[in-house]
């Protein structure tokens, strides 16, 4: 077998993992219409990956104003709660493990998207550079368009999206997921109450490190009271690539990149979370983690670490052999191998992505790529 070390037995929470190999979230754009359902074509294409030792699924807003781009998939409407059923059915006759990634974009948003067209929610009222949110302009077209300037949330309000989140929580469970991820990462919501860059509030939600992670801090309490924190996971983007913000366009780099997350983790820890997902700087050339964040992520953390960002099974596996990382996703990877850890077991070369089909439309780029047997034409049994 190629890369043995990831497929050594594992546990996550009160999971038995097949090996370390993870489908991380991915969005897809392709959710039913009207009212962002998943389809069964979204069944599909999760039941083809089930071989991952452990799934998330694609980002799912939690609440109407969580969407930031046309067509992703919601958690909050009973349509939504069972089209995810047929999801996470699908995945389990295969044996897999699903968790839902709990999303809000916060204010990576556009009035397009927004119920009676109000302005994006955000810790303060500061535009998004950098990134773009999507809308439809047709059926089945969009386009990229800059978020629009967000309004600052009441306090009351934080508080009452606390409440949406132990909500979805509440839903993802209905609807047969083994757990949720929170996504704090990648410049949304939570990620902007974090960062200095988004958060100018003076109250008990801004200034102060301990302050801008209270956010953080009571939607990990409010969810684990639902799943459980064995069911609970976390995703950051810690960024250090440089000093200069212009040079990112998803996530903030901090000013102490270090010692952000470093606290971030160590409020995952008091809490008893299962796993904390750390996604990397993932464009071309971006440079690695520092090795001694890799440790002290360690050495605050006693759950699962799972990394993500530009791996190959080679250096995924040496950094489970180094004892850094326990689970390792493979994001593009996965979407144009279905078979990934079969492929990656036997040496098996990998398809290559189409980029062009990677958000919305149907079957093409989504539930078409072949696995290895097919694609070298010889017949499975
Ligand atoms: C098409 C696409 C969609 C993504 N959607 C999400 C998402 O919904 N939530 C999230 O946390 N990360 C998302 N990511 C980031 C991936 O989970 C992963 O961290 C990234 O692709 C790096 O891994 P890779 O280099 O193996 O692709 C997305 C990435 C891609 C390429």
């Known amino acids: 077998m190629h890369h043995p070390s990831l497929f050594t037995s594992v546990t996550l929470g009160r999971h038995a993992l097949k090996n370390r190999i993870v489908l991380p979230p991915l969005t897809r754009q392709r959710s039913g219409q009207p009212g962002n359902v998943p389809t069964d074509l979204m069944a599909c294409y999760y039941r083809q990956r089930a071989g991952a030792g452990f799934m998330i699924s694609e980002g799912t807003q939690i609440e109407p104003r969580g969407q930031g781009y046309a067509w992703t998939p919601g958690i909050y409407s009973q349509a ?111 990620n902007q109450f974090i960062s200095t860059h988004a958060n100018h509030r003076t109250d008990e939600y801004g200034g102060s490190l301990q302050n801008r992670l209270r956010f953080l801090r009571e939607i990990v309490e409010g969810v684990g009271e639902v799943v459980g924190p064995d069911r609970l996971g976390v995703r950051f983007t810690p960024l250090f690539t440089s000093t200069d913000q212009d040079r990112v366009y998803i996530g903030f780099v901090e000013d102490d990149p270090h010692q952000t997350y470093i606290e971030a983790i160590k409020v995952l820890e008091a809490a008893g979370v299962a796993y904390v997902s750390i996604a990397e700087a993932d464009w071309d050339n971006a440079p690695d983690l520092p090795e001694d964040f890799r440790r002290a992520v360690r050495q605050a953390f006693s759950g699962r670490i799972l990394y993500a960002g530009r791996y190959t099974a080679e250096r995924g596996a040496r950094l489970v052999d180094a004892g850094l990382a326990d689970l390792i996703a493979f994001g593009r990877p996965f979407i144009a191998n279905p078979d990934l850890p079969e492929r990656i077991a036997n040496g098996w070369p990998l398809n290559t992505l189409d980029p062009v089909t990677i958000y919305g439309g149907e079957e093409q780029g989504f539930t078409d790529y072949p696995v290895y047997a097919q694609a070298s034409g010889l017949t499975t049994k």
């Open 80 to 190: 939504q709660i069972d089209g995810w059923r047929k999801v996470t059915e699908a995945v389990h006759a295969e044996g897999g493990i699903i968790f839902a990634q709990l999303w809000h974009v916060g204010r990576v948003s556009h009035t397009a998207l927004q119920p009676n067209g109000d302005v994006p929610v955000a810790p303060s009222a500061i535009q998004a550079k950098k990134v773009k949110s999507f809308i439809e302009t047709g059926r089945g077209a969009g386009t990229l368009v800059e978020p629009s300037v967000p309004r600052e949330l009441s306090v009351a309000e934080i508080k009452q999206l606390v409440a949406l989140y132990a909500q979805a929580a509440k839903n993802a469970l209905a609807a047969g997921f083994d757990g949720v991820e929170i996504h704090s990462a990648n410049g949304y919501l939570v």
